[in-house]
């Protein structure tokens, strides 16, 4: 047996897609020493090339030999081998939103994935959407059983939909009711893959470390498994919503409210309302009760950050395992202090992942992690335009955002909102005074006084009450990823960012 590389092939296992009996009449019919054969016997193994920045292709390599029988044993032990993978899914649910990002989802479905999922013989029962929620309410219907996994092709408001069918459809199936705040969730156990296709694709960027939809389909064929943290959203013992990324109010949540408006830019609206919210500079008033995540290692101003295979995201999962465990016994958390701040936002976010996309390569918390059952809970209180400036330009460079006197960042396992209006509101419900001159500020954005509400962005989309209570469920769910690899080639750690360009 013999390949016609000229240099060694060393090919793990795990990274193997497929293997086939090599076609004839190809390329390879003329090459070398193999012309004078008779009957060439050959097949061909398909495996995961790792490239620069995290990126991965298909490669393969194929091998030779004159003895027909050896040829197919070596064929049937490789497929035995990956027989063995027992991660790996064989059956997979799929969901297009053909109106995310550029429009382009079916398109790169049907290019760059589905052939790589037929190579390595996964069979796909493939939904396009025809309307909002239609992939969710969808989730409720289907018989989830059949299948090793559910893939969505989008963006983060996508991939936020699907994880709301398939969290809903758990908790219904075990009598959960997600109204309840404190309702102990069940943990979903079947994964979801990510194929981007969508604007910011957050999600996808900090699980994986690019927004490439061929490495995202090779990290679902290979049956990569991260678990991820999940916070409950509720309003006055009502459900809202999940967030795995972001839930941002005041800067964020304009950003978002105003870019819905502007669909039709395409990923460009983000840009655009951005731009116009840092120059209304709305600041709001309100106050944020948060419980310090206690149970975990690490901390925001960490300079290490989430990495395959982390170790604190480790611990906390051992410490999720004994809790499963001791269930039963009294839990502590309700006991636990509460730490209270009034003040005037211009931006609250909480953030269970670092946020890295490639508009903040870092991300919004850098040393943020997947899964240690925490939040990181980020104040920017009310400062001169220049210095909230000088904040935005820390998230595309290599310099600390926390290190400003007007930012606080704590590491949280649950926290409370009510906007400095909703308080008033409640304590004096008739004084009309003040929602006239509520009216009057709004009729004239270049006040920036906190005469309105801002809305909370909840992964992309927006919430419909501005007082929540939040709580993080430690890896509630599970993705086709692994986190982010540790860079191993002295890559620059970052690529040059958009904004940089720009200044
Ligand atoms: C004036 C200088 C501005 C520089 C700002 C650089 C920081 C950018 C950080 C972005 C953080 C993104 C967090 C992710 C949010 C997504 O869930 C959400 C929805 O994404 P989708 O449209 O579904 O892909 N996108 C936005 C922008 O709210
Ligand atoms: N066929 C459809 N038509 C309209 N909206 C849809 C459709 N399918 C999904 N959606 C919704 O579109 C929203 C945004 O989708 P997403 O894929 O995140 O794109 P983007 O990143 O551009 O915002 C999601 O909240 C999802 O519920
Ligand atoms: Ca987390």
Redesign the pocket.
Known sequence: ISCVHTENCFVPTSDIIAVEETEFNKKQHNIGKWQKMAKPHAFTVYYVKKARNHRWRCSDVTFWCVDEHLCNQWIQALKELLEMQKSRPKQLLVYINPY??RRQGKRIYEQKVAPLFSLASISTDVVITEHANHAKDNLFEVNINKYDGVVCV???????EVMHGLIGRMQKDSGIDQNNPKAPLVQCNIRIGIIPA??????CYSTVGIIDPVTSALHIIVGDCQPLDVSSVHHNNTFLKYSV??L?YGF?GD??KD?EKKRWMG?MR??YS??KT?LSHHYYEGTISFQPARHTLGSPRDKDSCRTGCYICKKSEQQLAEQHKECGLKREEDEEEWKVIKGKFLAINA?NMS?A?P??PK??SPAAHLADGSADLILVRKCSRFDF?RY??R??NQDDQFDFSFVDVYRVKSFQFTSKLSEDNESNVTDIGKKRFGQFCRDHPACCCNSANSTW?C???TLDSSAIEVRVHCQLMKLFARGIEENCKGEAAYSQSS?EQLL
């Open positions: 995310g990002g989008g963006g983060d408001g996508m991939f936020s969508g604007s910011t694709d957050c999600i990324s972001l941002g964020y950003i978002l870019s990923p983000y840009d951005g731009f840092f953030v946020c996309c508009r903040s991300g919004l400036l935005l330009v998230h595309t962005n992964d992309g989309e904004i």
